[in-house]
């Protein structure tokens, strides 16, 4: 069984920096594309980051403030957070996908919080 806990999350102010983490279990994190996602109060969940085979993408909103990392070998995702903005509050969920595969794994999330 697939199990993804993302951890780091809580309440900082504008202009500073998170760390979150996501740890994987019953997953093999080198053969899945691994990604944060975020969803807002009343917005739909959207793709912060994404580490795949070729590389890493990022939303325009958070490019060149936050940078995605894995450690395949611990299992376990990263997402740094700089310059954080009061928009970047949501609750933040790791996923995984294999490659080639359609079927997502979901964290439960963590939430972020950013005052102005």
């Known amino acids: 069984q697939v199990q993804l806990v993302e951890s780091g999350g809580g309440l900082v102010q504008a202009g500073g920096s998170l760390r979150l983490s996501c740890a994987g279990s019953g997953i093999i994190f080198s053969i899945n594309v691994l990604g944060w996602y975020r969803q807002a109060p009343g917005k739909q969940r959207e793709l912060v980051a994404a580490?795949?085979?070729?590389?890493?993408n990022y939303a325009d909103s958070v490019k060149g403030r936050f940078t995605i990392s894995r450690d395949n070998a611990k299992n376990t995702v990263y997402l740094q957070m700089n310059s954080l903005k009061p928009e970047d509050t949501a609750v933040y969920y790791c996923?995984?996908?294999?490659?080639?595969?359609?079927?997502?794994?979901w964290g439960r999330g963590t939430q972020v919080t950013v005052s102005s």
């Open positions: 996923a995984a996908r294999p490659y080639g595969g359609t079927l997502f794994s």
């Open positions: 580490s795949t085979s070729t590389g890493t």
